[in-house]
């Protein structure tokens, strides 16, 4: 099978690069399965293992993909994709907007991302944890940490840091500075919490490595979360909000979930989670080849003439502005 992936964004990855991860890493594994595959992505792009082909603003899709592709696989809501001669499907990486009907042979990256768009079509997102190296869980690990785009407000770093500091626990945001402008003023006074900025490649992954667990209250339904994953492979447990995907990647035994500022801080206090059982977790469930193999099967289905939602999906429940209780 010939597989195109669609993306606005180049590869590969650059600092944190969230669908440009997944999808590289997606591309890989079915390279190792015996498949081949080909990159339609923005200038500047480059892959050893696929070729890569660059958009052309301002062409239909159908006139961008070549000879000898049996499935576009897009990374957005495509316009005009109806209008293409080979057959396609859509993974929706983020929240949509509730009066947007997206494709119907959309895919989502978990099963509450799928509910809340009124489907049931979902795989899990998958990462390549071999480029991640092995875990060196003898460290010392002497803080918690936050993992995330911190000038977004759903993301709740003020939380993280209220957590923290009620917990008497050092704080490593990865994702933003301690003086933000962007959506409003936030200046963080205290020298408990320290900030590396956007960081990405071997220094986050040290930085996770160093790390005692991941703190990460919410306040949006949480389409799946890389960061999330990542963490509890570098043997971190999470201390998040119930929202979104986080119940499906985070077991009792990996972290705790709670609306409630005051149980997630009681929980940072006791923490007293299995690294090892953390780590065990991320590998077996949310490895880049089961996303793979998730990926195939949609994939024949629609070779098969199957159209994947038999009503075009569409965003039923407001993903923002949800609770956090003291």
Known sequence: MHILFVNKAPIPVVAYGGTERVIWDLGKSLVRLGHQVSYLVPAGSHCDFARVITIRPGLGWNEQVPDGIDLVHFQFNPEGADAMDAPY????????LEVVALPR??????????????????????LDWEAYGPVDFSRPRSYFHFLGKAAWRVKNVR?????????????????GDRLNLKRGFRFTWSRRVRFAGMVGGQQKLDMLNGSRGMIFPVLWH????????ESLYFGCPVIATPYGALPELVPQDCGVLSDSRSKLVEAVRQSRFDAQACHRHAVAHFGAEAMAQGYLEKYARILDGEVLNPTAPVMTANPKALTWRK
């Open 89 to 96: 499907l859509v993974t929706q990486h983020g929240n949509s």
């Open 159 to 175: 939380g993280a840091i209220d957590v923290a500091t009620d917990a008497g626990v050092e704080l490593l945001v990865m994702g």
């Open 105 to 126: 042979n959309t895919v989502f990256v978990s099963r509450n991302h799928a509910q809340r768009h009124g489907s049931t079509e979902y795989v899990y997102n998958g």
């Open 222 to 229: 949480e389409p799946f979360g890389l960061a999330v994953i």
